[in-house]
């Protein structure tokens, strides 16, 4: 470095190798000769990537192809420039002001990484837009904290991840060629996954764990045309490779590191959504599932409120076939006192979860209006919402089993037991709070579901709950409210079975 005594002029390779250097640029003879990466020239200066409009000079297909790793994720070839490079420290009596800019190509290696840093930056600007950890729940910070890391530890994950980077890139410069490569690197990165899959090591890796959420996440905001369903079909095929990857490492496997651990636990609730929307029971809700991933932990309230939830699923199955089986009228009738029993069973937890949680769910001061909840954290709204959405889907159950229809039940509350309008009127009042600009898609996406299940079931009698649903449809055609949502939403309508 020129001006500091006894410092090698040389690239950073022949430094550590203690190797003579050529000097030449961009790279030198020597490491080209030995087929080595070059480091550069010296560790004060800064290599600047980015898609300047004017002053291209791209580099050439061809000399990437010759250079490029294989074992590295592909990047838009179009958005290699040669970069200006500058010394960041003034050297004795010599200013910056001063020195030249020197033109230096990007290897290809510092491009792919420059670009999938990019990538993620823009996926989690798109995620969390303000960057602050109030703005999301302890879920959504575990899986923003791990993504970097997981993300360096296999091609499947960067292809998914670099493929949600891209499309977002797309959206947010109103550039279709980025977004079309984005739905083309989520096509390689489906490939991919199936060939992690077939590897035992990779397949039980926990970058392996986090595609379906990220791939997930791809389909809620830039999968099929609102025209069909295969959006909705798309999401719940990653929800349902979510669960099969979680039951191919068993229970046990939960329990034996924390970073396990945490995978599981914030991955859960991904799954039961998915057995919701079947109406199919979960193996979740073994009690081998609802145990032994934590041994030697103490469950926290989501914990033990998704040991609830678990439950929902085989009743929505029970009831299904109760509407639709032909049987005899004694099986039937055995079938339904076991159903209504069961949910029962149900809400008794249920009723001790929330004795015991009393300050993790939002109380509002008035229920008798629809004026839209404001929580105290977002936190507490994420945990208040799938209280209510678990209310919901057992009372409504319930309702079905005995006989009572939404249709002519305009009665709030039932004597017995809370009535599931309560719980649909709730979300339905979240709502605003949950589109709120800051919150990004990590907001839409926590009431997504919730909101589904709430406007279902007051679709199935219109007239009692107009008002309620009157302040969703304000925030639903909010030019603000990101399209994408709307669209997951609508598609997910589009394919919901006939049932609540």
């Known amino acids: 470095m020129v001006g500091v005594p006894g410092r090698s002029k040389g690239c950073v390779t022949c430094r550590k190798r203690k190797k003579g250097c050529d000097l030449k640029i961009p790279e030198c003879g020597q490491c080209i000769e030995r087929g080595l990466t070059c480091g550069g020239y010296d560790l004060d200066r800064m290599f600047i990537y980015h898609s300047a409009e004017s002053d291209r000079r791209g580099i050439s297909t061809a000399a990437l192809e010759r250079d490029q790793d294989s074992s590295a994720p592909p990047f838009p070839s179009c958005d290699l420039q040669v970069a200006p490079v500058r010394s960041v420290y003034k050297i004795g009596c010599r200013s910056l002001n001063q020195s030249r800019p020197i033109s230096v190509v990007l290897s290809p290696a510092l491009a792919r990484s420059a670009y999938s840093e990019k990538s993620i930056e823009a996926f989690l600007r798109l995620y969390i837009p303000t960057s602050d950890s109030r703005c999301t729940n302890d879920e959504d910070k575990h899986f923003v904290g791990m993504l970097p890391l997981l993300n360096i530890r296999d091609e499947a994950l960067q292809l998914a991840v670099l493929a949600i980077g891209t499309a977002a890139l797309g959206r947010s410069t109103n550039d279709g060629d980025l977004t079309r490569q984005g739905r083309s690197l989520y096509g390689k990165a489906l490939k991919e996954t199936a060939v992690a899959l077939r590897n035992p090591t990779r397949a039980t890796s926990d970058a392996v764990f986090a595609i379906p959420r990220v791939m997930a996440l791809f389909e809620i905001l830039f999968g099929a045309e609102l025209s069909s369903n295969d959006q909705a079909k798309g999401w719940l095929s990653h929800a349902q490779g979510e669960t099969a990857l979680i039951v191919s490492r068993g229970p046990e496997a939960y329990a034996e590191s924390e970073e396990a651990h945490l995978l599981f636990i914030n991955a859960r609730f991904r799954p039961l959504i998915a ?104 936190d507490t709204a994420c945990l208040s919402v799938r209280y209510w959405v678990t209310g919901l889907l057992l009372y409504s159950t319930l309702d079905m089993a005995s006989g009572i229809q939404p249709l002519t039940d305009d009665s709030i509350p039932h004597p017995d037991r809370p009535h599931p309008r309560y719980f649909a009127r709730l979300i339905a009042r979240s709502v605003p709070y ?52 709307r669209d997951f939403l609508a598609s997910m309508k589009q394919s919901s079975p006939g049932r609540p």
Request: glycine share 4%; aromatic share 12%; charged share 20%.
């Open 275 to 378: 057995a919701v929307r079947t109406r199919k029971a979960t193996v979740l809700n073994e009690e081998r599932w609802k145990t032994l991933p934590w041994i030697g932990r103490v469950k926290r309230p989501n914990d033990t409120l998704l040991d609830i939830l678990c439950g929902v699923p085989e009743m929505l199955e029970a009831v299904d076939i109760l509407a639709c089986t032909p049987a005899s009228e004694k099986w039937i009738k055995g079938l339904r006192i076991q159903t209504i029993a069961k949910c029962w069973t149900l809400h008794f937890q249920l009723d001790a979860w929330f004795a015991a949680n009393p300050n993790e769910v939002y109380t509002p001061t008035r229920v008798d209006t629809s004026a839209p909840i404001f929580f105290p954290d977002f």
């Open 434 to 485: 949950f589109f709120q600009a800051k919150y990004g898609v990590s907001g839409a996406t926590q009431i997504s579901f919730p909101l589904g299940n709430a406007l279902f079931y007051m679709n199935r009698n219109p007239a009692v709950d107009r008002e309620y649903k009157a302040t969703v449809m304000k925030v639903w055609h909010d030019p603000m409210l990101p399209s994408a949502i």
